[in-house]
């Protein structure tokens, strides 16, 4: 059975960092494609940062590019999301999801993660 347990979300002031942790159980973090989404009160599921099996460029949503980065550690076995620069509108619910492709719409990932929280207020 595959899953996927994120954390290292928590509360920060603006301006301040996170790095999200994403460690899978049951696959590997190179066998598939491994997204990063996020879920605002009252808003729909959106595609932060996704990274495919292969060498290709992560996709990064436009709100997070220069902010952001996604990497993954074969050795730990690990997605990890650092997180820089923070801004209010960063608040979310923060899930790892794995999937055969890279993809920014949530259907196409099969497990999810149950989420961490990211708070940024001052």
């Known amino acids: 059975e595959v899953q996927l347990v994120e954390s290292g979300g928590g509360l920060v ?8 942790n994403c460690t899978p159980s049951g696959i590997t ?26 060498q290709g460029a992560p996709y990064y949503a436009d709100s997070v590019r220069g902010r952001f980065t996604i990497s993954r550690d074969i050795a730990e076995n690990t997605v990890y999301l650092q997180m820089n620069s923070l801004k209010s509108e960063d608040t979310a619910v923060y899930y790892c999801a794995s999937g055969g492709v890279v993809s920014t719409s949530p259907r196409h990932y099969n497990y999810w993660g149950r989420g961490t929280q990211v708070t940024v207020s001052s």
């Open 29 to 54: 973090v190179h066998e598939l494609a491994i997204g990063w989404f996020r879920q605002a009160p009252g808003k729909n599921r959106e595609a932060v940062s996704c990274i495919a099996t292969s």
């Open 13 to 20: 002031q603006p301006g301040g960092s996170l790095t999200l």
